[in-house]
């Protein structure tokens, strides 16, 4: 079966594009370059020429900062592209599997959030997410929205990568403690992805919304804990001291978030039999290929 999956040299497009590979789906994968979700024309004319099955949309403006510097381009990518992609979707009898975010909530309710819990998005990014998610539902029947949260990987300019260079050089490093979530590894949420196409291919009717993030909440603090217990087996580690910090404490404008976006994962493992694996092991195994062994 045939998949197009756009933002696919993205953080977690990549890491999607990879896992299909392995299980034997033929894989188109498009980046920003080759196919702006924002223009409904190179769309048409992308599905007309690859005809997949199925679209997997990962791209996405999923920084905080930046969605607040360049609304026009948050829009366009957030909301814009993917109304844009269930169109042509719909008109083409394709399925769209669409990723979103934790952002389109609040961040106030003491439970975790589960798939129907009311709206109330946080920022432009949030706002934008929220509006993307409705463009596809309005478009597209045959459509999977998929919500997420906190995601890593090893690349180069993630946020592992950052905390590690600040840890071989800076003695102390503060991080949030007021910030509660669920960190996934995007080779967590590509299994996930593969799995609801592997049953969707196999004539699954179960269209929908959807939640999955990793398994144990944590803060940034215990997040960037677990990074520098673990890098400690592999590097020399400068820093001594993980200050733990409130963010309004901190200096400067720090842009709108959820201080809580906890996912209620429990509907897509009823619905696709798929549970939550804990972020440590996948943390374990990143930071033992990204880190050089000490001499």
């Known amino acids: 079966m045939k998949v197009l999956v756009t933002g696919a040299y993205g953080q977690a497009g990549s890491a999607i594009v990879s896992q299909l590979k392995q299980q034997g789906f033929v894989v188109e994968a498009a980046s920003h370059r080759m196919l702006d979700i924002a223009d409904l024309s190179q769309i048409e004319a992308m599905l007309d020429r690859v005809q997949p099955a199925f679209i997997v949309n990962a791209a996405g403006v999923a920084d905080l900062a930046s969605s607040e510097q360049s609304p026009d381009r948050c829009r366009r990518v957030n909301q814009e592209g993917p109304a844009f992609l269930a169109t042509a979707a719909q008109a083409r009898g394709i399925g769209l599997l669409h990723l979103s975010c934790g952002w389109v909530f609040d961040g106030m309710q003491s439970s975790p959030y589960k798939e129907d819990d009311p709206i109330r998005p946080v920022g432009r990014l949030g706002e934008s997410k929220w509006l993307g998610e409705e463009g596809v539902r309005r478009h597209c029947q045959r459509h999977i929205i998929l919500r997420t949260h906190w995601l890593f990987s ?32 995007v080779s967590d949420l590509a299994r996930v992805v593969t799995a609801i196409l592997q049953q969707l291919s196999c004539g699954v009717q179960e269209w929908g919304t959807y939640h999955y993030a990793s398994a144990e909440y944590t803060s940034k603090y215990g997040f960037y804990e677990a990074i520098l217990a673990q890098a400690r087996q592999y590097i020399a580690i400068a820093c001594d001291e993980l200050i733990g910090a409130e963010a309004a404490q901190e200096p400067g404008a720090i842009p709108a978030r959820p201080n809580q976006a906890r996912l209620d994962c429990r509907k897509i493992r009823y619905v696709f039999g798929i549970g939550q694996r804990p972020w440590r092991q996948y943390l374990q195994g990143m930071l033992t290929e990204m880190c050089d062994p000490v001499i």
Not at 160 to 178: C, F, G, K, N, Y
């Open 154 to 185: 090893g690349h180069e300019q993630g946020e592992v990568a950052r905390v590690l260079q600040m840890a071989r050089t800076e003695p102390q490093i503060r991080a949030l403690v007021d910030h509660i979530g669920q960190p996934t590894a």
